[in-house]
């Protein structure tokens, strides 16, 4: 319970803090102030020094990305290579805990990707990032291509596989190429507003809504979190416009620079929006860029 294994992104809320390490989930019951804490519950695996899966079911996970505690003390995964995220309704108290709702899926024994059945409003390729506020959930999910929102966090299993409300990135809910600006299911080859390639991460702070474009190398801002499928961006980071994708393309000519500037991103993943600032980790440019909103 002191160690981890490969952590993908930590939260906090409440007192308590949660960590996504592979194919588990820790809980602190406090936010740690020294260094070697233990961990109190480990999600997703039967104890601490277990290492195997538990397979497709309500407590098992495969390559966990994203970890979110919310406000009300809810517990929100995705769980990546099941496809599928994951709702506990408080924080486990118990190892293995299973969870109180799937979404991707259409139960807990179902782990396939896209449901085997395409992709739609209630199926998941890869989700990577997630965000919850209790109420709002949003997940990008990463190899359909799109964001997708849910206005209302389902709460029990009788709204397991519910269909998300909103889809940003692709332009219709069954989209899943990336850069699909006219909607053909084949990648123009170029970004645009309407488009994404490969989102990562999401974060919100209640009001606006950042997205890492992995594969656009950028990150995009709503000034607003959309309340309808399609709305554009108010603002791209990284790139001199929506329709330029290249790695660490200092001019804007469309290609890759042999040097980064403070002005482009390279593969970003985690992103995080605090007051007038933006957070971005890049893992291509070794680095964290700290960016100021204003």
């Not at 709002?136 to 389902?154: C, G, K, T």
Request: charged share 15%.
């Amino acid at each position: 319970e002191t160690e981890l294994s490969g952590p993908l992104s930590v939260s906090t809320a409440n007192g308590k803090m949660v960590v996504a390490d592979g194919n588990r989930v820790v809980v602190y019951a406090t936010v740690p102030t020294s260094d070697g804490p233990s961990a109190a519950v480990v999600v997703g695996q039967s104890s601490f020094t277990a290492t195997g899966s538990l397979g497709c079911n309500g407590a098992g996970l495969n390559n966990s990305h994203s970890a979110v505690v919310t406000p009300d003390g809810k517990l929100v995964v995705a769980d990546s290579d099941h496809h599928r995220v994951l709702v506990w309704n408080r924080v486990p108290d118990n190892n293995a805990q299973p969870a109180d709702v799937v979404l991707g899926q259409p139960d807990f024994l179902h782990c396939g990707e896209n449901n085997a059945s395409g992709p739609g409003a209630n199926t998941l390729n890869n989700p990577y990032g997630v965000w919850s506020d209790g109420h709002r959930l949003i997940v990008a999910d990463s190899q359909n291509h799109p964001v997708l929102i849910w206005n209302q966090m389902p709460v029990d299993s009788s709204q397991n596989f519910k269909p998300a409300d909103i889809v940003l990135g692709q332009t219709s809910m069954t989209g899943n190429a990336p850069n699909d600006a006219d909607g053909d299911r084949t990648d123009d080859g170029v970004p645009a507003a309407n488009t994404l390639d490969s989102p990562l991460e999401v974060h919100s702070d209640g009001r606006r809504l950042a997205v890492t474009d992995a594969g656009n190398n950028r990150v995009l801002i709503w000034n607003m979190i959309p309340t309808q499928s399609g709305t554009l961006p108010d603002r791209v980071i990284g790139q001199p416009d929506f329709i330029h994708g290249a790695p660490n393309d200092v001019n804007g000519d469309g290609i890759e620079d042999a040097a980064p500037s403070e002005l482009v991103i390279n593969n970003p993943r985690g992103v995080f929006l605090h007051g007038n600032r933006l957070f971005v980790t890049e893992t291509r440019n070794h680095r964290v860029m700290i960016i100021r909103l204003d």
